[in-house]
């Protein structure tokens, strides 16, 4: 019953900050991808930055249990799989998170996302099998690797020798540098997109 | 009012942390296929099955790792399902305190209407097969952006810089060609 409480309280809040940082427009994220108006790439670089950063620290610290990480594998699929993604992305504006969001913020295209989207689950369901036998689903880099060895985990990492913890703040903090360091639109970046327009 | 970059980021950065403190990681796609199997097991209660052990299906997906997802979609009362339906509801509640979606705004985004014409029609059938592609994708990839990008990142996992190389390294180029006009 607790996680039932914890899964209304965690995703009713992630529900209402995908909303409120914009990402249950298709418009925003489709000028983030199109290199336009940043807004949302800050944003999740930010986000990263800032929850890397606080679980490591609180892992070193002792106050975060490390045994609560999730680490999924490394393996072909992933990156084709997401071109694919990207692909929709682009085109449509929504990814599955924000597109369930959006939907149920009113927005009625999102409706034929989900639509398309339980259709394309179903798809994969029914050519799992053939996908395996192509062997893209093959662990890479030991499986469920990490960049350098988290320290009370069995993941295994690419750089073995250096403290996974430590690591993971540096690259946290260095999402944070990179959300500060992006501009807000690119200017003047070849396309004319009339980026001196104000945006609103 | 959409918030700052650096207000959102941090209440962004908060959730997902506390996800991770308290429970695991946030993910979203697998719940697409947790609702097919609940939907397909509606149809054909032969779907998913009870065993000694745990849970079992027909198709393969459902049934690997042991039957998780074939137990998740069993006992849609579990803590991801009812994840992601919180989060539909977050989105809704936060949608209407704002005043909602107006307009025409509803049936698609203006950026969309800029490039491609008002046409309801041909934005709802390139939104479902964007859908497909999408989620179809992000199960190959065992994950979308909450899982891969956001969570994966956050944990330093290979894999979400595999996945999030591929999102991106497909999703700017697409969108420079398809978005031309986007001052809206």
């Excluded at chain 1, 607790?2 to 209402?16: P, Q, S």
């Excluded at chain 2, 700052?4 to 942390?17: A, D, R």
Aim: a positive charge; proline letters at 3%; hydrophobic letters at 50%.
């Amino acid at each position: 019953m607790t996680t039932i409480i914890l899964a209304i309280v965690i995703g009713g809040a992630f529900g209402v900050v995908l909303d409120r940082i914009g990402a249950t427009n298709p418009k925003l994220t489709i000028k983030m991808l199109a290199l336009t108006n940043l807004h949302l790439m800050k944003t999740i670089l930010l986000a990263i930055g800032v929850a890397a950063v606080a679980m490591f620290a609180g892992q070193m610290a002792g106050l975060v249990d490390v045994g609560h990480m999730s680490v999924k594998s490394a393996y072909l699929g992933v990156f084709i799989g997401g071109l694919l993604l990207g692909t929709g992305w682009a085109v449509t504006g929504y990814c599955p998170g924000t597109g369930l969001s959006a939907a149920a913020a009113g927005r009625k295209d999102a409706l034929f996302f989900i639509a398309g989207g339980l259709l394309g689950a179903a798809a994969y369901m029914v050519s799992y099998s053939w996908v395996k036998s192509t062997g893209i689903l093959a662990d890479m880099f030991g499986g469920k690797a990490t960049v350098a060895a988290v320290p009370g985990t069995d993941y295994p990492s690419v750089f073995a020798g250096l403290p996974g913890d430590i690591v993971g703040i540096v690259l946290g903090l260095g999402f944070i540098a990179i959300a500060f360091a992006l501009p807000n639109k690119f200017v003047g970046s070849g396309h004319a997109r009339g980026t001196a327009v104000p945006a609103e | 009012m959409t918030l700052s970059w650096k207000t959102g980021g941090i209440l962004l950065g908060m959730v997902f942390l506390a996800a991770v403190l308290l429970v695991k990681p946030i993910g979203v796609s697998t719940q697409f296929v947790i609702a097919d199997g609940i939907i397909a097991d509606a149809i054909n209660p032969d779907f998913i099955t009870q065993t000694d052990e745990g849970y079992t299906s027909t198709n393969a997906y459902m049934a690997k790792s042991g039957g998780k997802y074939a137990k998740s979609a069993s006992n849609p009362l579990n803590y991801s399902f009812v994840f992601v339906l919180a989060m539909m509801a977050g989105a809704a509640i936060s949608s209407y305190l704002r005043g909602g979606v107006k307009g025409g705004e509803k049936t698609m985004p203006n950026i969309w209407r800029e490039n491609f014409g008002d046409s309801a029609l041909k934005r709802f059938a390139v939104s479902f097969a964007g859908g497909f592609i999408i989620v179809f994708g992000a199960r190959l990839a065992g994950g979308c952006t909450s899982g891969h990008m956001m969570s994966g990142l956050m944990q330093t996992s290979i894999s979400g810089y595999m996945f999030t190389l591929g999102a991106f390294g497909a999703g700017i180029p697409v969108a420079m060609m398809l978005y031309k006009k986007s001052e809206g």
